[in-house]
Structure formats: structure tokens, C-alpha cells
């Protein structure tokens, strides 16, 4: 009965790993548990990520030529500054809400890869994006170690796809 009912609430086997994404579907529900609260307040989780990056990697900054010479607490008066962070962060989302549907995500990556190529962002400056991504998830959120790994599976997904696109030389 418990497999029997597992299947009706899960959809098939929670802990089943999609070949495509690499994540289970109690992984990616995990992962879309934790979003919510990051995403409910989308403009300022954004500007503090982007920020936090700023402080951690200051060279990430030349790409932010709107608000280079701005001061931080002045970043989020920018028009194009906040479109940005609203693009980032819907681009989050949708990253996010489609990991049931993994092909779609790949799609998806392969286009923001494509893009970030086009302005000479390397998979270098995606890591580091990582790391301040993880270290605000852990202080504010406060995520326990299996959740974690989720996320660390969804982001190597996430950049699996767009490491293939942003250049045929810097692809590792």
C-alpha cells in the first residue's frame, strides 16, 4: 500500500533520478519548497544577491556599466539595474518551477548561456555567482544538508547547459 500511495502522491517514484537533470522528483520538490520564500520577495532578493557578488567579486561589477560608478545603496534606482534583477530572478523562477520538465530547463540555460556569451561572461564569473548564491542560502535560509544538495544538483544541471552555450572554447 505505502509504494501504492508513494506513486499516487509523488507521481511515480520520489527518488527516481531523472537521466536528463540528474535530480529526483523529492529532490526538485525540495528545491521548489525552498524558492518560494526567496522568490516572494524577488527585487530585493535579487539586488542583494547582486550585491553580495559585487563585494565578493568587485571585477563582476564592469559588467554592471549602468551603476559601476554608483554607489551600492543607490544600485536599485537604476531602471536597468532593476530590470536586470527582475530578469535574473524571473529567470530563477522559471529555472525553478519547470524542473519537472528538464528538457525545457536545458533549453532554457542553453539561451541564457548563449546570451552571457555574447558579453564575454566566462564560467568562471557563473562560479562565482555560485558560491554567494550558496553562502545567502545557507545564512538566510538556514537549509538543511539534503536540500542543499539539491540545489547543488540543480545548478549543475543549470550550468551544465549553459557552459555549452556560452562558447565552444570555454566549454569544460
Known amino acids: 500500500m505505502g509504494s501504492n500511495l508513494s506513486y499516487l502522491l509523488w507521481g511515480g517514484n520520489p527518488d527516481e533520478v531523472n537521466p536528463t537533470s540528474g535530480l529526483t522528483k523529492r529532490e526538485i520538490r525540495a528545491v521548489q519548497k525552498s524558492w518560494a520564500p526567496v522568490y516572494a520577495n524577488q527585487l530585493a532578493t535579487g539586488t542583494e544577491l547582486l550585491k553580495r557578488l559585487f563585494r565578493a567579486h568587485p571585477q563582476t561589477l564592469d559588467f554592471f556599466k549602468m551603476i559601476k ?3 551600492e545603496d543607490e544600485y536599485i534606482t537604476n531602471i536597468q539595474f532593476k530590470a536586470h534583477v527582475i530578469n535574473l530572478m524571473s529567470a530563477l523562477n522559471q529555472a525553478v518551477v519547470n524542473l519537472h520538465q528538464p528538457e525545457v530547463v536545458a ?20 562560479h562565482d555567482l ?11 535560509l538556514h537549509l538543511d544538508d539534503a536540500t542543499l544538495g539539491a540545489w547543488g544538483k540543480t545548478v549543475e544541471f543549470w550550468y551544465k547547459n549553459i557552459f555549452q552555450a556560452l562558447t565552444p572554447n570555454q566549454s569544460t
Do not use: A, T, Y
Open 69 to 71: 560608478k554608483l554607489p
Open 107 to 126: 533549453v532554457m540555460m542553453h539561451k541564457l548561456g548563449e546570451s552571457h556569451g555574447r558579453r564575454k561572461i566566462q564560467e568562471s564569473h557563473f
Open 130 to 140: 555560485k558560491g554567494v548564491i550558496v553562502n545567502m542560502f545557507i545564512e538566510v
